[in-house]
């Protein structure tokens, strides 16, 4: 018995809190730098980036216009974003003599929302006009295809067109029948079609610009963009900046699943992601370290003979094979038969016909001559030779009977 | 640190105010965020309670050596230093082959006690078994939190190699005195020593009349024999690559160990003196001039620790070897696998230099499911494997023929059948006067 006597607490493996901040320290603090350059990196380059809505009043984004809001809020404009188009009526109603800006590329609105955004107030300047809203607000205008022009100049009489001049090529345009009535189509292309198209019907301005380039930000410098854009949504104090969103989309059919939903299903959720979370720092906690231990191999000693039986196998070595059934089988009888070991085979196959009463040629067939062409021979052969070895051992017994097979072999045992 | 199942429900009950109050978007999160903390600090405070444990002492009572197969109680003393009570789970860190089956225990430690904790050892492989160190959860007062730490305490065990064989014990001694003369049959061989005359009784053997002595006196004398006494045995125990291969589940090595073992005790009681050497390139093991219970401690000791190694053995070193041993002539008994002639070119290399100066015997494992293979012949995959067995089972026996040719003995058996057929063919040696 031995007794390993410990007086003082033996040492922890487990590092203390203390230790592990003191081993760790500097990559903590380097983690941490580096995830503060990141945030910071993230930032800076996220206002120069092309996330957010297109065409939003607050979007710095280069498909946003912020651009072209903050110059008229700096020129005493007052800018109004609105959302829906009850605020936007709102709006409206509080400045009559406001000018609208509307665009709807996800196409929110129905047939009916367009009309009542085209009877809002009298100056209504539209970016990017789809289908829908062309056939609420003017039937008559159609699309026109991409512009092919090289420069695209006014050629018109809409004072802002004609101080901007030139606007950047390119981009969507829309066509007008020549015989529509208060129509009036600027920077022509090829053909007949027209980049912007106003309209002035009873005192009511609408213009359609088909390109929402014009007021985005990373066009809005180049060309005459900027005077087309300040002078189209500038003309009144106050600019209503209208897009639609999905709280304008009417709410038809049954309640959502959201608004049947409790208000405490989301907290609920949030409170068992922390639970599986705790759970599993709970299980996955470790008792302590594993204990290493080198295990041994297991080989099994067969394992030889098994490969050797599948190569026969694999290359057909039928001859190989049943040689070797045949010399196991001769062994043992020549043994049952009472002969040495080193007699002639010629020997054993007449005792072995002798004693089996199979004639000789044929037990010379099974033992010797013949070679198995086939798998069906080799089995055959096989059952021939267990047949003849049976036999043969059961000739040698006094009582006939044949030795069992689950009988253990001789072990090499020897009594006194 | 560690959670307990406890916090996790702690948490978990945090639905039942979120759904009783049933708050809007604004008071949900801020109640979900209070019953967080409010777990999250009832789990600090229980934590800050915990007792260090860091401050336990670990004593440990342990016998050194077990055999294989019997179980072993290990006696672990843990001592609170610290000054507050202990509550909490003790993790014995034992390897798996220890067998300590369930090593966890729960305990409470008051402040400056002691306590037991008793572990029940099974080891299932042999060899040195070790404990590495002791782990300690300590959970705070509400159970909620827990401080972990894992103390060193290492310990070891020697697992012994079990000497099954023993069984066969009982009945090769009582074969043994048998030869001795002690008991009423005699029996008589060749080589054998005269001992003494005594009086004739019936059932003696008539040639063993001394006549002379008879005439001397008015009784019939018989001279009686005893075996020879004294003679080495050195038994030679292949630790090379061949040996980890496994015959009806046991390493060949575990098999030559027992049958060295049987015939270790078979040959001290007899009087003979046994030398152990286990070998593939190097000495893995040499025991040498000890006796009776001494010798079988020592080997075993020895044993325990031996692997085989995935090296070829190294047969032209044996000679060598065996006369660094004893320069008299001796019984050889070589422990290793025979198997195809290729493999055992080396063992056939130094036999004929072996049997010159000693008598050698080579004992070997067959595979007992190599019979019943060649007999199962049933379908085409099957007649080959019966093929594959039925040459390997001639190559073995082409190897043992040639090992007979150089003057050697040859014993084979299955496992279970090896260790009594070699003491059984030393016991026919002994008998017939050739050690």
């Known amino acids: 018995m031995t007794t390993t006597a410990v007086a003082i607490p033996p040492r922890s493996l487990t590092p203390t809190i203390r230790t592990v901040l003191r081993r760790y320290a500097f990559w903590a603090v380097a983690a941490g730098g580096a995830l503060l350059v990141a945030v910071i990196s993230f930032l800076a380059t996220n206002a120069a980036g092309s996330a957010g809505p297109p065409l939003a009043a607050d979007n710095p984004a280069q498909a946003g216009s912020m651009a072209v809001v903050e110059v008229l809020r700096g020129q005493g404009v007052t800018v109004l974003p609105v959302d829906t188009l009850v605020e936007a009526g709102e709006a ?86 020549a015989d529509a009535a208060g129509y009036t189509g600027c920077f022509p292309s090829d053909g007949d079609v027209y980049s912007v198209i106003e309209r002035t019907l009873d005192d009511r301005t609408l213009t359609l610009v088909a390109d929402r380039a014009v007021f985005a930000n990373d066009e809005i410098a180049t060309w005459g963009n900027a005077a087309l854009a300040l002078n189209l949504l500038g003309a009144d104090e106050t600019l209503i900046w209208y ?25 609920v959720l949030v409170l068992l992601v ?143 | ?146 401080r972990q730490a894992t103390l060193q305490a290492p310990a070891r065990i020697r697992v012994l190699p079990p000497f099954h064989s023993r069984k066969h014990l009982p009945s090769r001694i009582s074969r043994l005195k048998e030869l001795d003369g002690r008991t009423s049959v005699l029996v008589r061989g060749q080589g054998t020593e005269f001992d003494s005359l005594r009086e004739y009784v019936r059932g003696d053997d008539v040639r063993s009349i001394d006549w002379r002595a008879t005439a001397r006196r008015n009784d019939v004398v018989v001279r009686t024999w005893r075996p020879e006494r004294d003679r080495r045995i050195v038994i030679v125990i292949d630790t090379g690559r061949t040996s980890a291969a496994r015959v009806a589940d046991e390493p060949r090595l575990d098999t030559a160990f027992e049958a060295a073992l049987l015939l270790a005790a078979l040959a001290s009681r007899a009087g003979d003196r046994v030398d152990v050497l286990a070998w593939d390139r190097r000495v893995r093991a040499r025991v040498q001039g000890a006796a009776g219970a001494e010798l079988l401690s020592r080997m075993v000791d020895g044993m325990a620790l031996i692997e085989p190694e995935l090296i070829e053995m190294d047969w032209t070193g044996l000679p060598g070897q065996i006369r660094g041993i004893t320069g008299q002539h001796a019984l050889v008994v070589l422990l290793t696998p025979m198997d195809a002639p290729g493999a055992s070119t080396g ?33 085409r995959e099957s007649v080959y494997r019966a093929a594959s067995a039925e040459r390997t089972t001639l190559d073995a026996t082409r190897v043992a023929a040639a090992v007979r040719q150089l003057g050697a003995d040859v014993v084979t058996a299955p496992p279970e059948q090896l260790p009594p057929a070699l003491a059984d063919r030393y016991i026919a040696l002994k008998a017939a006067g050739r050690l």
């Open chain 1, 92 to 177: 409206s109603s509080a400045h009559p003599n406001a000018t609208v800006f509307f665009a709807d590329p996800e196409g929110y609105l129905t047939t009916d929302q367009l009309t009542d955004v085209g009877t809002l107030v009298d100056r209504i300047v539209v970016a990017d006009p789809d289908f829908a809203a062309l056939q609420a607000l003017a039937p008559e205008v159609g699309f026109g295809g991409v512009s092919t022009a090289d420069t695209l100049t006014a050629q018109c009489a809409v004072p802002a067109a004609e101080r901007a001049g030139e606007i950047s090529p390119g981009g969507k345009t829309l066509g007008v029948a």
């Open chain 1, 243 to 267: 897009l639609p969103t999905l709280a304008d989309v009417p709410v038809t059919g049954p309640p959502s699943l959201g608004a049947l939903t409790p208000g405490w299903v989301t907290p």
């Open chain 1, 274 to 416: 922390f639970t599986a979370i705790a759970a599993m720092v709970w299980r996955g906690r470790r008792f302590g370290p594993l204990v290493a231990e080198n295990l041994p191999v297991v080989v099994r000693a067969s394992e030889t003979m098994e490969g050797r039986a599948r190569l026969y196998a694999r290359g057909n070595a039928r001859l190989r094979a049943i040689d070797a059934i045949r010399i196991g089988a001769v062994t043992r009888m020549a043994l049952a038969a009472g002969l040495p070991r080193s007699m002639e085979l010629d020997q054993v196959i007449r005792s072995v016909a002798a004693l089996s009463g199979w004639p000789r040629d044929r037990v010379h067939a099974v033992l010797v001559g013949e070679v198995p062409q086939s798998d069906a021979a080799l089995m055959e052969l096989s059952a021939a030779i267990e047949n003849l070895e049976v036999e043969t051992i059961a000739a040698t017994r006094p009582n006939g009977i044949a030795p069992s097979p689950s009988a253990p072999p001789p072990n090499g045992r020897m009594d006194p």
């Open chain 2, 1 to 146: 640190m560690a959670l307990t199942g406890r916090f996790v429900l702690l948490l978990a009950l945090g639905v039942v105010p979120l759904v009783l109050l049933d708050g809007t978007a604004v008071t949900a999160p801020v109640v979900l965020a209070g019953w967080v903390l409010f777990a999250l600090l009832l789990g600090g405070i229980d934590l800050a309670l915990a007792a260090s444990p860091r401050a336990l002492t670990v004593d440990r009572v342990l016998p050194t050596r077990v055999r294989l197969g019997e179980t072993v109680t290990s006696e672990l003393y843990l001592g609170n230093t610290g000054e507050r009570r202990l509550r909490g789970v003790v993790r014995d860190g034992w390897q798996p082959s220890a067998g300590a089956g369930n090593n966890r225990t729960a305990v409470t430690l008051p402040a400056g006690e002691r306590r037991l904790i008793e572990l029940t050892l099974r080891p299932t492989r042999r060899g040195e078994r070790t404990a590495a160190h002791v782990t300690v959860r300590s959970m705070g007062p509400l159970g909620l939190w827990a």
């Open chain 2, 347 to 379: 063992l056939l290399s130094v036999l004929g230099q072996l049997t010159q100066r000693h008598t050698v015997l080579v004992a070997s494992v067959t595979d007992p499911s190599m019979a019943g293979l060649t007999r199962a012949r049933a379908d």
